[in-house]
T-cell receptor, first 112, second 109 residues
Framework: ETGVTQSPTHLIKTRGQQVTLRCSSQ?????VSWYQQALGQGPQFIFQ???????GRGNFPPRFSGLQFPNYSSELNVNALELDDSALYLC???????????FGPGTRLTVL | AQRVTQPEKLLSVFKGAPVELKCNYS??????LFWYVQYSRQRLQLLLR??SRESIKGFTADLNKGETSFHLKKPFAQEEDSAMYYC???????????FGKGTTLSVSS
């Protein structure tokens, strides 16, 4: 059984650019949640996708958007990057939207 | 407001000593409570879920609804327990996990 994978591992962007982060869910999981973890903080919920539909959103602006594909993999897109977007972005998958979430290793985004 | 508070940023104990990592929460309703752990250079992983009432790696946690706490305990700490520990909750809808800021546990010999 393959666990949650994320790509890329690290990414450096400049302010104003756009970025796409990718997540492959664990085999059989239909729910993907995205979190932002700033340095020294716990993860903060961005949004969740269940069977390709958005199923909850945290307190993040619309320039944070997402997508889930028929194979349940997912993308997180961030437009108009700001310096404060520098963080570790975590993806978690679960069997359904009420089950234990299993985390990927994260993508470290640095915005200069 | 929904919130998880972990009052200790760092907890240092000696091997064999008891450990208690504190977690308090604020939630209007009946949340599910979790402890996640992150060992050095590893991903965040589930340690305990309160509804399963399991003991994992010698750790236990009891949900105290009166005190809105979910403290993590282990009677005898081991060096391999050194890690970052996060307390988290989710609502009955089971969507977002709300995390505390985490406590670093350092166990030395």
């Amino acid at each position: 059984e393959t666990g949650v994978t994320q790509s890329p591992t690290h990414l450096i962007k400049t302010r104003g650019q756009q970025v796409t982060l990718r997540c492959s869910s664990q085999s059989g999981h239909n729910t993907v949640s995205w979190y932002q973890q700033a340095l020294g903080q716990g993860p903060q919920f961005i949004f969740q996708y269940y069977r390709e539909e958005e199923n909850g959103r945290g307190n993040f602006p619309p320039r944070f958007s997402g997508l889930q594909f028929p194979n349940y993999s997912s993308e997180l897109n961030v437009n108009a990057l700001e310096l404060d977007d520098s963080a570790l972005y975590l993806c978690a998958s679960s069997l359904d939207n009420r089950d234990t979430q299993y985390f990927g290793p994260g993508t470290r985004l640095t915005v200069l | 407001a929904q919130r998880v508070t972990q009052p200790e940023k760092l907890l240092s104990v000696f091997k064999g000593a008891p450990v208690e990592l504190k977690c308090n929460y604020s939630y209007s309703g009946s949340p599910e409570l979790f402890w996640y752990v992150q060992y050095s250079r590893q991903r965040l992983q589930l340690l305990l879920r309160h509804i399963s009432r399991e003991s994992i790696k010698g750790f236990t946690a009891d949900l105290n609804k009166g005190e809105t706490s979910f403290h993590l305990k282990k009677p005898f700490a081991q060096e391999e327990d050194s890690a970052m520990y996060y307390c988290a909750l989710s609502g009955q809808a089971g969507t977002a996990l709300i995390f505390g800021k985490g406590t670093t546990l350092s166990v030395s010999s």
